[in-house]
């Protein structure tokens, strides 16, 4: 590709205003620092330096906590098992929680008409109310309180009152069949569950008291489930053990000043879950410190939230950007929810959302930029967009097409920072920057305080050449561990049998001559014909371009002694593969890459299988196509898709 000239490049006045400039300028005077006077010096002082760094962060950041932040870091040499600010105490929710007066915490609204908004005031009367409440049913420090709920206030104000007394919070989305939910809640035993009657999705409405009584029947060590009356209050509870509605649980109390469990550092904050599609899903604890700092470092450094933006991020409650969401709140910020499909009534609803509400930094994923390009919506000819200034992508890489679509499309002036990152880390290693130019197909910049390198066949970082997206040094949102892995054995393998003492992510990237990335595909997905590593994403970016394919899933076959690509593509309702068309996607892959990426078979199917919250699973395909077991299909979305892919007769030859 191409990228001599930048999509976009920040005004003078933009780089003049961001907060990563006021950094810069703290650094060097409070941190005495000079020679930190850009964007390079002070990447390289902040993995240099990792401990005064962080400690830059803390104070800029202005994180509330008590104890002695001396020692930052101990056993720095060990990865894993470095520990940050061990004396150090503090509450999460207590950090969010910071502002208390009437601007705006939280802006919801949902496709079957509900809207609402919080302020910051408001938010500390709902999240005294649940705490009480959740104290009252013996929640306290340690136990873990389980979401099953749609992405709506109440969701936030739960987890903040959880976390405002220690608990553990974990949280998955309502369209998770009973098995997906139990072989995730099951394993870390909630005290209390909380949950809604019901939600709406594409113009549908979905009662959920089956599966709630389903999932309460499988979980022993659920004592109380709080059913709350949205989108109206059930008729009846009687089905599931230890019921209560949620404005019965409530009643007995009114709003008393919080009061917040200080915690240490790496106190199991959130439980989050691995995709699942290889096995029972892994648990991965993170820390209330950890957690804490990397977001704020995230916002208010790399995406420039500030008090006066509106920031939403287009998510389900069983997605780690959720919780990245929510850490909006401290820097007191207004948090924009969205529950439904982003598809209803059509393609503009959420830039209907964008004009409406007055966002200024808008999330969303790959997958849905690309459907909207296909779908043919074009914004910039539709809708105002006026405070829009950053729109973030993630959950796959953004196809340099993707970039074109929306500087081209969507908003001209406006910063598109593809972030990477994941679960396993609660955060991003490559993200945006206000200070940089964007240029097409690329993540801007590696995440400050994260040593990311590129690591080649021997193990060595390269630039300018794909490898292995690894980690070299430790940082605060690493895992604390899995749940149930005592040993930490299973979090060893996870992440550092290939090079011991590195995090290796299992992402295929190129880390490019001005400092960006650009990210290929998973490694563990990489295809490899004739032992040749090829990105799935790098065939994915070339099959969008035609515009009877709606999405493809490349998968590595072994054959004949050497592995063979074959390309499985869903085409527009009512189009029919032919050898024209085949071959079209063939030339275009060839003319967009290499020979070496042209798939030896091209397959239509009718649905691609994928997980709850959206991404294709490539792993699930090649083991069907390989007889082997799928072992945990309740991680799919649709798992009936991985029928199509069985005893394929275009296979066998």
């Known amino acids: 590709m191409n990228n001599a000239r930048p999509n976009w490049e920040p005004s003078p006045e933009r780089i003049e205003r961001a907060n990563l400039s006021r950094f810069i300028r703290f650094v060097r005077e409070e941190c005495r620092e000079p020679s930190v006077v850009g964007w390079d010096e002070l990447y390289e002082w902040s993995v240099r330096e990792p401990e005064r ?57 949902d496709e079957l008409g509900h809207a609402g908004e919080i302020s910051y005031a408001a938010l ?69 569950l909380v949950t809604v009657a019901g939600y709406g999705y594409g113009g549908k409405r979905f009662d959920l008291t089956a599966k709630i009584a389903g999932i309460r029947a ?39 000043p919080l009061e917040f469990v200080p915690t240490a550092f790496d106190h199991p904050l959130y ?17 209330a410190g950890g957690t804490l700092i990397q977001h704020l470092k995230e916002h208010v450094l790399h995406v420039d939230l500030k008090r006066e933006d509106r920031i939403f991020y287009y998510t389900t409650c069983g997605w780690m950007m959720w919780n990245w969401l929510v850490s909006a709140l401290a820097v007191g910020a207004t948090v924009v929810l969205y529950d439904g499909s982003p598809f209803h009534p059509d393609g503009n609803r959420l830039w209907d959302l964008a004009d409406e509400l007055g966002i200024s930094i808008f999330g969303t994923s790959a997958k849905w930029i690309a459907a909207t390009e296909k779908a043919g919506i074009r914004p910039r000819e539709t ?118 003492g590195v995090w290796c992510h299992g992402d295929w990237a190129t880390l490019t001559a001005h400092g960006g990335l650009v990210i290929h595909g998973r490694s563990d997905a990489t295809l490899n014909p004739g032992g040749v590593r090829i990105g799935t994403a790098e065939i994915y970016r070339q099959v969008e371009q035609v515009p009877e394919v709606l999405e493809a899933l490349a998968i590595g076959q072994d054959w004949d002694g050497d592995v063979r690509v074959v390309l499985f593509v869903r085409l527009r309702e009512g189009l029919a593969l032919d050898d024209a068309l085949r071959e079209r996607i063939r030339r275009v892959i060839r003319e967009g890459t290499t020979p ?58």
């Open 53 to 109: 760094f962080w400690i830059a962060v803390w104070d800029f950041c202005g994180i509330r906590a008590q104890g002695e932040r001396e020692p930052v870091l101990v056993d720095a040499d060990r990865m894993p098992g470095a520990r940050w600010f061990p004396n150090v105490r503090l509450n999460f929710a207590q950090n969010l929680l910071r502002y208390r007066d009437d601007r705006p915490a939280l802006v919801f609204r």
């Open 124 to 192: 500390h009367e709902r999240v005294s109310r649940w705490q009480q409440a959740l104290a009252a049913a013996g929640v306290g420090a340690g136990d873990r309180v389980a979401g099953f709920m749609p992405n709506i206030p109440e969701t936030v104000v739960a987890m903040l009152a959880a976390t405002s007394l220690g608990a553990t919070w974990s949280s998955t989305s309502p369209d998770f069949g009973v098995g997906g939910v139990v072989d995730r809640f099951g394993q870390i035993a909630p005290k209390v």
């Open 218 to 256: 499988a979980i022993d060590a659920i004592e109380r489930v709080v059913v709350l009356p949205y989108p109206e209050r059930p008729d009846s509870l009687d089905a599931i053990p230890g019921a209560v509605h949620g404005d019965d649980f409530l009643a007995p109390f009114a709003p008393t």
């Open 271 to 287: 439980i989050m879950y691995s995709s699942g599609t290889t096995g029972v899903p892994k648990c991965i604890v993170h820390g």
């Open 383 to 500: 809708h105002k967009l006026l405070a829009l200034r950053t729109i973030l992508s993630t959950g796959s890489p953004l196809a340099p097409e993707g970039f074109d679509y929306v500087y081209r499309d969507v908003k001209e002036r406006v910063l598109l920072s593809s972030i990477s990152g994941g679960t396993d880390i609660i955060s991003c290693f490559a993200l945006g920057n206000p200070l940089l130019p964007v240029r097409r197909g690329e993540l801007q910049c590696r995440g400050l305080g994260m040593k990311v390198e590129i690591l080649g066949e021997d193990g060595q970082p390269v630039r300018g050449e794909a490898g292995e997206l690894a980690c070299l040094a430790p940082f605060p949102s690493m895992p604390v561990g899995f749940w149930n892995d005592p040993d930490g054995s299973r979090y060893r393998a996870a992440y550092f049998e290939t090079h011991p």
């Open 596 to 653: 070496r990426h042209v798939p030896a078979k091209v397959v239509q199917v009718p649905d691609l299988p994928r997980t709850i919250s959206g991404k294709i699973t490539e792993l699930a395909v090649r083991n069907v196509v390989h007889g082997r077991p799928v072992k945990n299909t309740d991680a799919l979305a649709n798992p009936q898709a991985l029928d199509y892919f069985r005893d394929l007769a275009d296979l066998r030859t």
